[in-house]
């Protein structure tokens, strides 16, 4: 039997609690906007997770913790991708991380998507009873009791975060005169750098292959000791959408614009439309829809028209020549990864980005006569 609803009618703990309680098997599904997580029961008992935001993927959780580097992912990604077969076998058989590391960290990961769960206002959810587990689930076990305890943990700790840091969009940047220890952590050296740069709070958490929570954090720590300000704030997409297309905002007005756009063959003009309806709308069925024809028409137009799977990028400039405002933080995230050896697909598998939005930003590299083939 399955059970549905938002979050706005039953919330993540009392759903934990309910699935606890009465000891079901089955997965618990949450959708929001594109992203969508799963948690698999067994008897109660949480024993794996899925999420297809690529800042939650395997990988990218393996690096934040030091366990691999981008160089031996993409060779795990890369016999994956000829092979098949789970990354994290992969990844054992192969050497290049222990076993004892992957499920360490394959714990962490369902952990930090479930807590993620917490901090979100409103999705809708579904659980499918007895709902067969996917064949290459890795299998953990976690009890709800102690996630739940966690999770509100977090909301409050959320909640001190957005005083000082209100939105993913705001730019900060370090106190002028402010001096760090000597003693100071790598990873606060990391952010440090990146705030430097004046990159939204948003670039600084995938540049950081980390969770929200844990950069905000950090962050929030800097702000608290004096060491780092925020300076301003990112338009959000529905600002740049309707300036740069000079488009009513509605969400009716947007979905007609790009149902129009899908169906003239320009996907690239549809994406951004939906994501602005999304945005506003996180449970829009017609946006939903749309999405998936979208980014699969992109995907196809670009290898048809642009370039191949295969083809392997290089630089034609040099990086240190360009700013911010030569190119997007994200595209100067991916133009970092092109090292005139990795091929297309290869550079997707190490981007906390969707392959859409990757291809999209490569595309927008060779039109800027960043980098070729």
Not at 41 to 58: A, H, Q, R
Not at 351 to 357: G, L, Q
Request: with cysteine; aromatic share 8%; net charge negative.
């Amino acid at each position: 039997m399955a059970i549905h609803g938002t979050l706005t009618t039953m919330s993540v703990p009392d759903l934990l609690q309910f699935l606890a309680t009465g000891r079901k098997t089955g997965s618990l599904k949450f959708s929001r906007g594109r992203v969508v997580k799963q948690i698999h029961f067994e008897n109660g008992v949480i024993v794996g997770s899925f999420s297809n935001d690529p800042n939650e993927y395997l990988g990218q959780v393996l690096i934040h913790y030091g366990k691999l580097d981008e160089a031996r992912l993409q060779v795990a990604m890369e016999t994956q991708r000829q092979s098949g077969g789970r990354l994290g076998e992969i990844l054992i058989s192969k050497g290049l991380a222990t076993e004892s590391d992957v499920l360490e960290i394959l714990r962490i990961r369902t952990l930090e998507i479930i807590y993620d769960l917490f901090l979100w206002d409103e999705a809708q959810f579904e659980f499918f009873d007895s709902d067969p587990f996917p064949e290459d689930l890795i299998r953990i076990s976690v009890q709800p009791t102690s996630v739940t305890m966690e999770g509100i943990y977090r909301v409050d700790e959320w909640a001190r975060y957005r005083e000082f840091i209100p939105s993913d969009r705001c730019i900060m940047e370090l106190v002028p005169g402010w001096v760090a220890s000597p003693d100071i952590s790598k990873e606060a050296r990391m952010i440090m750098d990146f705030l430097e740069k004046r990159i939204t709070v948003a670039e600084i958490c995938y540049n950081m292959h980390s969770s929200a929570f844990h950069v905000y954090a950090q962050l929030y720590e800097l702000v608290r000791d004096g060491a780092a300000q925020v300076i301003g704030k990112a338009p959000e997409l529905a600002e740049v959408v309707a300036e740069e297309a000079k488009l009513p905002a509605t969400v009716s007005e947007l979905l007609w614009a790009a149902r129009s756009a899908c169906e003239d063959g320009k996907p690239e003009r549809a994406l951004p439309l939906i994501q602005t309806i999304l945005q506003q709308e996180p449970k829009n069925p017609g946006a939903h829809a749309l999405l998936s024809v979208a980014e699969e028409a992109l995907v196809k137009q670009i290898y048809a028209k642009e370039f191949s799977r295969q083809a392997v990028p290089k630089l034609l400039v040099d990086p240190a020549n360009m700013t911010l405002d030569d190119i997007g933080s994200q595209e100067g995230f991916v133009l970092s990864r092109i090292n005139g050896v990795w091929d297309i697909e290869s550079i997707l598998s190490i981007c906390p980005f969707r392959d859409a939005d990757s291809l999209l930003m490569i595309k927008s590299l060779v039109d800027k006569g960043v980098i070729g083939f």
